[in-house]
């Protein structure tokens, strides 16, 4: 049953040709998934009392970012520019300790607002309070793969987490709410931060779940150090452990060789690349060329929005293109098309998803329209495909993102949220970090 009709001049599904669809529909089913997408010629017939909505620009799939700590929307701004290790201890850990779990609701229904104006649908998230996340997602009416923080720190003992996690998936079901918004997740911090006994565990729950695990890895040259010494590299210790025989995503990773590449790629290891983070921290560049190379599940993230502040994640496809570029010294290494594909069915194949990421017929309706009303496409959106997509990556961006929809629903509209007030967002944050400010 065809609950709505959109109709647009390009439609990008995001296939994996990137092809341009001129003169297109999108019918959306009553239960928010798509049913027909395609060009208008070869549309089915619909009721006459299905409400069409004419847009005047550019529909694609909303974007997903594969990593990222949203509710730290809180923290914004603060001791940015310190080293990494200063910044991490002198300011974020004390002020993370006085946020409240009402903190991290605000945080994160103004993450998820300001994602979702930028035509990002989907975030996979790793912090703690995660009950209050997902409250914050279905408030917004964004989508989410809600990794649960599981630390070893002092005062954070990782097992009853573990147990939590476990609980709730058997209790709610590993997706829940409407249009499936919310999929639970195990996320494991780190091999530094927490013990191999943790992670096997962590790998036993979640195998038993079909549940997906969200660890970092190889972020900083210097982390892991002993794990190193120990197996050779992260990726090898989490292959031992059996880590990488399930669904996992691995955040940053950049400081692989070759070995760990192939190991990912043989294993099917979703990656998050988040170039804006891995450049403002100084991490270094990871080797995306070799990654896509390999064949590995490469996908774009934020990371939170202490460290890379905007949650913008079409600076991420710029950035990963760029900055692909200049370490290869290869102007073809990220082509616009490949990039806008990182953000977009690559997101959803590193998360381990088939439902979300791709505009085609089952996969629920998470669409962004971009409005041609902008400088980045004076000469039209009738121009050849390649320059279109041109001036959609690299010269326009999120700005002219105006219309949002997620599993069906309109969450953006005229770029503004439709289900929650954006200054009320903004006032709640404001509060929020006025209390936690160290
Ligand atoms: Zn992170």
């Not at 019918?27 to 027909?36: K, M, Q």
């Not at 929307?73 to 990494?84: A, F, N, Y």
């Amino acid at each position: 049953m065809v609950a709505r009709r959109l109709t647009a001049p390009v439609l990008l599904p995001c296939d994996p040709e990137c092809s341009v669809v001129r003169d297109a529909v999108v019918d959306i089913t009553a239960e928010g998934r798509i049913g027909y997408s395609g060009p208008a010629s070869a549309a089915p017939q619909i009721d006459s009392d299905v409400p069409v909505t004419r847009l005047s620009g550019i529909l694609l799939p909303g974007l997903i970012n594969a990593h990222a700590h949203s509710p730290m929307t809180v923290l914004r701004g603060m001791g940015g520019d310190l080293p990494l290790l200063r910044w991490l201890h002198e300011v974020i850990f004390p002020a993370e300790a006085k946020m409240s779990p009402a903190d991290v609701r605000a945080g994160m229904v103004l993450g998820s607002v300001e994602m979702l104006r930028h035509g990002v649908t989907t975030s996979a998230e790793m912090y703690f309070h995660a009950e209050q996340i997902a409250e914050a997602v279905l408030a917004t009416g964004g989508r989410t793969v809600l990794g649960v923080s599981i630390i070893d720190l002092p005062g954070l003992d990782w097992r009853p987490v573990v147990d939590k996690v476990d609980k709730w998936i058997d209790t709610d079901g590993l997706r829940f709410g409407p249009g499936d918004r919310i999929e639970l997740s195990y996320g494991a911090h780190s091999a530094y931060l927490l013990p191999e006994e943790a992670l096997r565990q962590v790998n036993d729950s979640a195998r038993q779940r079909d549940a997906l695990v969200q660890i970092h890895v190889a972020e900083a040259r210097n982390e892991d150090t002993e794990q190193r010494a120990q197996h050779g590299s992260v990726p090898r210790l989490l292959d031992k452990i059996g880590l990488l025989d399930g669904r996992t995503l691995a955040a940053h990773c950049v400081h692989l060789d070759d070995d760990d590449i192939a190991l990912f790629a043989t294993k099917g290891t979703g990656v998050a690349h988040c170039p804006g983070s891995n450049a403002k921290l100084a991490s270094g560049i990871a080797r995306l060329a070799d990654m896509r190379k390999a064949g590995v599940r490469v996908s774009l993230g934020t990371d939170g929005p202490a460290s890379n502040d905007d949650l913008d994640l079409w600076h991420e496809m710029q950035l990963a293109a760029f900055l692909s570029r200049l370490a290869t010294e290869d102007s073809t290494s990220l082509p616009a098309e490949a990039a806008l594909l990182l953000a977009t069915r690559g997101g959803a194949a590193a998360l381990g998803r088939d439902d979300i990421g791709v505009v085609e017929t089952g996969r629920w309706a998470d669409l962004v329209h971009v409005n041609p009303d902008d400088p980045a496409f004076a000469a039209g959106i009738d121009v050849p495909d390649e320059q279109l997509v041109a001036n959609l990556v690299w010269a326009a961006g999120s700005r002219p993102v105006r219309e949002v929809w997620v599993a069906g629903e309109q969450v953006v509209a005229d770029g503004e949220p439709t289900k929650v007030d954006r200054r009320r967002a903004q006032a709640d944050v404001a509060a929020a970090t006025a209390r936690v400010r160290v």
